[in-house]
């Protein structure tokens, strides 16, 4: 297993150039199922949850070729609808298959994926929509059986008490496009990768209004044809980046990022005084104006508000800007791994219910710290670069989950940073 050590303290200048995202990809391969024509997805990211749902394809039949970086074709003539526990477990995402199978083979039969280290990751509301639709929804076995033999369009409220879900929204989309009807999906999930696949579906025929918005309407019809789509540019990974320019007091630029899908976060970063200014279309500067530091409150929300997938790396930056800042999670209450690991290398932050209290303005110093989740790993990293000393990180299998050759591009913005085999750490650090 792989560790990233990190020497901290250079500031970080350059440019970076954003990958396809992650969180548009996986449900855009799983929707290719809906076809038995070929659909090609471009600007497709290098990760490891990637190359892990094109082996979910498959194992449902798909034949799946990569013919060039970044590019994927898959063609789903036959297919079969049970998707066992040893795929889901490895990745929860897989769930947005449901909606796929649904859609074309109007049965599914899908392990449970359970909770993972964020905090629970119910379905409840998947399979409340896919009820709405006259779909018959069973349990056995840790599995659930969708029947959507007699599904027919109907009202689906998708809200829930932390908001919109984004691949409940997903899987009722997939299954929707393809059910006789009119399916009107209110509170819908509005973030950037929806209005994404939507486009992508209406490439393949779907007939979807409201894309973007939190009310969707999905006239069905009776078959989809392939398509060829462009993966929207990853918000999160823009971001992360960001952060790294900024935390580290240096000069960094992201190109190819889409600024209004990063409005609630880059209104924080000017918020906390860091330097934002957009140089292009698609690009977007920092500059970390280190004595303009100013602390500030976060709460994530569903999009447009502030994203909990920046969450962890954002309080990161806190630590280090004094006075308090307050993060509430109102996406996952418990979404705080990664603060056990901040306070190791000296981040004063304190816990209390959904809320992180950040005494800021303490200096981080390096350590050995454990990742525990994916962005996690790129808070952690981001720490890292800011402490004084040495930081390694370890479990960095997670970073690669959603960040394509984080440690190399940090590397080319002047980071003192390397992926190293886990017997290059000193023997006291390393996990048994
Ligand atoms: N929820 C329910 N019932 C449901 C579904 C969700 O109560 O049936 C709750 C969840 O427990 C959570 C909230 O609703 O509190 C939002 O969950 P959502 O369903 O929107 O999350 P998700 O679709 O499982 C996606 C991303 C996550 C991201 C969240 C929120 C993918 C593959 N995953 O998860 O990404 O944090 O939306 O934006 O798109 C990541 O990339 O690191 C990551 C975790």
């Given at each position: 297993?792989d ?9 970080l200048?350059g440019?970076?150039t ?9 449900p855009?391969l799983?929707a290719?199922l809906?076809t ?5 997805l ?7 949850d990637?190359?892990?749902?094109v082996e979910i394809l498959?194992h449902?039949?798909a034949?799946?070729?990569n ?5 994927w074709q898959?063609?789903a003539r036959e ?6 526990y040893e795929?889901?477990r490895?990745?929860r995402a897989?769930i947005?298959?449901?909606g796929?199978?649904?859609g074309?083979l109007?049965?599914?039969?899908i392990?449970l ?5 964020i905090g629970?990751r119910?379905?409840d ?10 779909c ?5 076995n ?11 369009g109907g009202y ?6 932390h908001?919109s879900?984004?691949t409940?929204?997903?899987?009722l989309?997939?299954?929707?496009v393809?059910?006789p009807?009119v399916t ?11 209005e994404n696949?939507?486009q ?7 007939r979807i209004?409201g894309a973007?918005s939190?009310?969707?309407t999905?006239t ?12 929207l540019?990853?918000?999160?990974e ?5 952060l790294?320019?900024a935390?580290?007091g ?7 990022a889409v ?5 609630a976060f880059?209104d ?5 005084g860091?330097?934002?200014?957009h140089?292009g279309?698609?690009a ?10 100013r ?6 929300l ?8 920046l ?8 630590a280090l800007?004094?006075g308090?800042s307050l993060?509430t999670e109102r996406?996952?209450?418990n979404?705080?791994?990664?603060v056990?690991?901040l306070?190791r290398m ?8 959904a ?5 800021g303005g303490a200096?981080?110093?390096?350590a050995?710290?454990m990742?525990?989740d994916?962005?996690a790993?790129a808070?952690?990293i981001?720490a ?7 930081t ?5 299998y997670h970073?690669d989950?959603?960040?394509?050759q984080?440690?190399?591009?940090l590397a080319?913005?002047?980071?003192g940073?390397?992926r190293?085999?886990a017997?290059a750490?000193p023997?006291d650090?390393?996990e048994e």
């Amino acid at each position: 297993m792989d560790v990233v050590r990190i020497q901290g303290g250079r500031e970080l200048s350059g440019t970076v150039t954003i990958s396809g995202a992650k969180n548009a990809s996986l449900p855009m391969l799983a929707a290719t199922l809906l076809t038995r024509e070929t659909c090609t997805l471009r600007n497709v990211p290098d990760l490891s949850d990637v190359r892990f749902m094109v082996e979910i394809l498959r194992h449902h039949g798909a034949t799946v070729e990569n013919p060039a970086p970044g590019v994927w074709q898959v063609t789903a003539r036959e297919i079969q609808p049970r998707t066992p526990y040893e795929l889901v477990r490895k990745m929860r995402a897989s769930i947005c298959l449901v909606g796929a199978l649904v859609g074309r083979l109007r049965t599914a039969d899908i392990a449970l994926p359970g909770g993972c280290v964020i905090g629970p990751r119910p379905i409840d509301l998947h399979l409340k929509g896919l009820a709405r639709l006259g779909c018959e929804v069973s349990h056995k076995n840790g599995c659930v059986i969708v029947d959507a033999a007699k599904a027919r369009g109907g009202y689906v409220f998708m809200g829930g008490r932390h908001g919109s879900t984004v691949t409940g929204t997903v899987n009722l989309l997939m299954a929707a496009v393809l059910t006789p009807g009119v399916t009107r999906i209110d509170s819908a999930a509005c973030e950037p990768e929806i209005e994404n696949l939507c486009q992508m579906l209406r490439t393949m025929g779907a007939r979807i209004d409201g894309a973007g918005s939190p009310v969707l309407t999905v006239t069905g019809v009776t078959q989809l044809h392939g398509c060829e789509h462009t993966v929207l540019p990853d918000r999160i990974e823009a971001g992360t980046y960001l952060l790294a320019g900024a935390i580290t007091g240096g000069d960094v630029t992201v190109n190819g990022a889409v600024t209004e899908h990063l409005g609630a976060f880059l209104d924080k970063l000017d918020e906390a005084g860091v330097a934002v200014e957009h140089t292009g279309a698609k690009a977007i500067r920092v500059r970390g104006n280190r004595g303009h530091w100013r602390p500030v409150d976060i709460i994530t929300l569903p999009h447009p508000g502030f994203a909990t997938d920046l969450q962890a790396q954002f309080s990161a930056l806190l630590a280090l800007i004094p006075g308090i800042s307050l993060i509430t999670e109102r996406i996952y209450p418990n979404r705080f791994m990664h603060v056990p690991e901040l306070q190791r290398m000296g981040a004063d932050i304190a816990i209390e219910g959904a809320t992180a209290i950040v005494k800021g303005g303490a200096p981080l110093t390096g350590a050995p710290v454990m990742a525990s989740d994916l962005r996690a790993s790129a808070a952690l990293i981001l720490a890292g670069l800011a402490a004084s000393g040495e930081t390694w990180v370890q479990r960095i299998y997670h970073l690669d989950r959603g960040y394509e050759q984080f440690d190399k591009r940090l590397a080319s913005l002047n980071a003192g940073i390397e992926r190293l085999p886990a017997s290059a750490m000193p023997k006291d650090y390393r996990e048994e």
